[in-house]
C-alpha cells in the first residue's frame, strides 16, 4: 500500500510569508496526526484528526497555525504569517482504527523561515 | 501531561558492538512504547514496539525491555553494523489519547 505522503518535501519562505503544508495519510486512516521537530529536538506533537474532526489540539503553539482536514482525508497545516521559530520538520503521521497502534510517519515537509 | 527523556543524545560503537538506549518516562498512565529509527533525509520508521503488559520483546538483533514500576523502557542493538548508523527515538503514548511523546532522539554512528 502506498505511505503517507506529504508536500512540499522543502519550502523556503521569508518572514510574514504564509505556507500550507499538505499531508495524504495511508488511504482507510481516520487518524492523522501532525508533528513538528525543531533545532533537532524531539519530535513535538500539534495535533489529532479524527476523520475531519479536531480530537486533540494542545500541541499547535499558538493561532497563526491552522490546521484542516476537510472530508476525512487529506490535511493541511498553513503558517500565516510566518515567523522566525517556525523553522522545522514538520512530520505527518496517519493510523487506522482498531487493535493497531502503530502511526505511519511521512518524509517530513523541511521549512525555512528566513 | 506526559514527559520523555532519553539517554545518550549521541552513541558511537564499533561495528559488532552492541548499542544500548535509554528512555524514561512520566505518564503511569502510558501503555504503549514505540521505537522509531530515522535515517538521514528520510521519514522515521517503527522498528519495534512493546505494551505495558510486556517485560520484553525481540526481533533478530533488536530487543526492548519495559519496566513499568520504574517508568523505564530501553533499546538494545547487538552485533550492531553500518547501516544501523541513524537517529532512534523513542516514544510513549497512551493509546486511547492517540499523540505521541517523543525522547529527543540519539544519534547512532557505528563505525566500521
Known amino acids: 500500500e502506498a505511505g503517507v505522503t506529504q508536500f512540499p518535501s522543502h519550502s523556503v519562505i521569508e518572514k510574514g510569508q504564509t505556507v500550507t503544508l499538505r499531508c495524504d495519510p495511508i488511504?482507510?486512516?481516520?487518524?492523522l496526526y501532525w508533528y513538528r521537530r525543531v533545532m533537532g529536538k524531539e519530535i513535538k506533537f500539534l495535533l489529532h484528526?479524527?476523520?475531519?474532526?479536531?480530537?486533540?489540539e494542545s500541541g499547535m503553539p499558538n493561532n497563526r497555525f491552522l490546521a484542516e482536514r476537510t472530508g476525512g482525508t487529506y490535511s493541511t497545516l498553513k503558517v500565516q504569517p510566518a515567523e522566525l521559530e517556525d523553522s522545522g520538520v514538520y512530520f505527518c503521521a496517519s493510523r487506522g482504527l482498531g487493535s493497531t497502534d502503530t502511526q505511519y510517519f511521512g518524509p517530513g515537509t523541511r521549512l525555512t523561515v528566513l | 501531561g506526559e514527559n520523555v527523556e532519553q539517554h545518550p543524545s549521541t552513541l558511537s560503537v564499533q561495528e559488532g558492538d552492541s548499542a544500548v538506549i535509554k528512555c524514561t518516562y512520566s505518564d503511569s498512565a502510558s501503555n504503549y512504547f514505540p521505537w522509531y529509527k530515522q535515517e538521514l533525509g528520510k521519514r522515521p520508521q517503527l522498528i519495534i514496539d512493546i505494551r505495558s503488559n510486556v517485560g520484553e520483546k525481540k526481533d533478530q538483533r533488536i530487543a526492548v525491555t519495559l519496566n513499568k514500576t520504574a517508568k523505564h523502557f530501553s533499546l538494545h542493538i547487538t552485533e550492531t553494523q553500518p547501516e544501523d548508523s541513524a537517529v532512534y527515538f523513542c516514544?510513549?503514548?497512551?493509546?486511547?489519547?492517540?499523540?505521541?511523546?517523543f525522547g529527543d532522539g540519539t544519534t547512532l554512528t557505528v563505525k566500521p
Open positions: 516514544a510513549a503514548l497512551y493509546t486511547n489519547a492517540g499523540k505521541s511523546t
Open positions: 488511504s482507510g486512516h481516520d487518524n
Open positions: 484528526f479524527v476523520k475531519e474532526s479536531k480530537q486533540d
